[in-house]
């Protein structure tokens, strides 16, 4: 009787721990993406028109022109 109510609650936080995990990972990999973005990209100029592709905690990947041309920067 008691492996009928256990089973499904069982599942139930299997599940949930499986979806934690899972967007662990993918803000691990935002991370090491920033990380490795902002040794090989720079900030953009303060008078630049930004648009910002992904915001991770209080870090953003942005987009911005310069002389017409789109470049990537890392906002702080």
Do not use: C
Request: proline content about 5%.
């Amino acid at each position: 009787m008691s492996s009928m109510v256990i089973f499904p609650l069982a599942m139930y936080e299997l599940k949930r721990k499986e979806q934690v995990a899972r967007h662990n990972g993918f803000l691990d990999g935002m991370q090491h993406t920033v990380k490795v973005l902002s040794k090989k990209f720079g900030k953009p100029p303060k008078d630049a028109d930004i648009e910002v592709l992904y915001s991770l905690k209080t870090t953003d990947i942005v987009v911005f022109k310069i002389d017409g041309v789109n470049t990537v920067g890392i906002a702080p």
